[in-house]
Structure formats: structure tokens, C-alpha cells
């Protein structure tokens, strides 16, 4: 099963709940995917989670995030659970860059995927480009975002997901593609 570790920045972030799951357990048919995994993030810290392929870490950031079903509970800060949000609203909460980047990428050009990730956002004109330029430095928007390399893909994607000022952003291996 998946493993935890912890970075707290500081002493501080320890008071404040960010997402807290209990007993969740993922099953595909009959499978079991993940047992009884529980979790505790708090504001400002990062944690990581291990194990070997297929022990389920995938299965629990979606169910963290909402988008799979699952036993047992999941609790953001403001005492909510991601799936009594509509899935705009969810992100505001919790974002997620999936194992598969790419997947997130629709548009026809970096520019149009930066300028939507600020209208979605709620952002300042530019937020997501300036993000993005800060993870990958100086890429032509006008380019196709499935030409970008893996690794590019992966910048774009988090930043448009930063860009959203969640909570909770899940990474799902987030070093792939990265030299």
C-alpha cells in the first residue's frame, strides 16, 4: 500500500487543516485498488506519497480529488468534502496534475491554453503565462501544446492548475518527463 512523508516549511502551517481522508478504499469491479488509506495535509505543507506500481496512489488522489468513487471520507478545510462541489468549484479547493498531463490539454495553442486557465481562474491576464514561464522559462505560445516535450507538457499543466490558487494541488508523478 502507499506510504506518506512529510516537509513542513514551518511550525505554523502545522494549525491549519488543509484535507484530511479516513478509511478510503478504491475498487475497480472486484478489485481492490486501495484499503483503508488515511491521510492528513495541513496548509503549507508538502507531502509525498510512495509505493510500488499499482499499490493504489493514483487511485487515492482521484478519490481525494473526487472524480472516483470511493469508501470511507474525505474532509477539506472549510469542512466540506470534495464531492459536494460542482467540479468548477472543486478546483478551487483541490487541483490535480494527472499521471497523463497531456490529458488536460484540448486547445489548439499554448497561448489559448494560458488565456482559458485565467478566465477559469479568475485570474489576472497573464497569471498562468507568468507561472509557466517560471517552471519551463520562454516557450512561443503559438506552438501546439502536445509538441511540447513531456516535461513541458508537465509545466503547462501545473501551471495552469496553480493558477486556480487551490488549496490542495496533487501531483501525480510529478517528476515525469523532467531531466
Known sequence: SPRQHRKSPSPKSQSQLALEAIGVSVSYGLVPALENANLRMRQGEITGIYGPNGSGKSSLLWALQGSLGFSGSVKLADDTTP????????????????QNASDLLVLSTIAQELADSDEFAGAARGTTAEIFR??????????????????QQLALVLAIQLAKGADVVLLDEPTRGLD
Open 83 to 98: 464531492e459536494s462541489h460542482s467540479p468548477q468549484l472543486r478546483l478551487k479547493h483541490l487541483a490535480l496534475v494527472p
Open 134 to 151: 517560471s517552471l519551463a522559462g520562454r516557450i512561443d505560445p503559438s506552438r501546439h501544446p502536445r509538441d511540447l516535450s513531456s516535461g
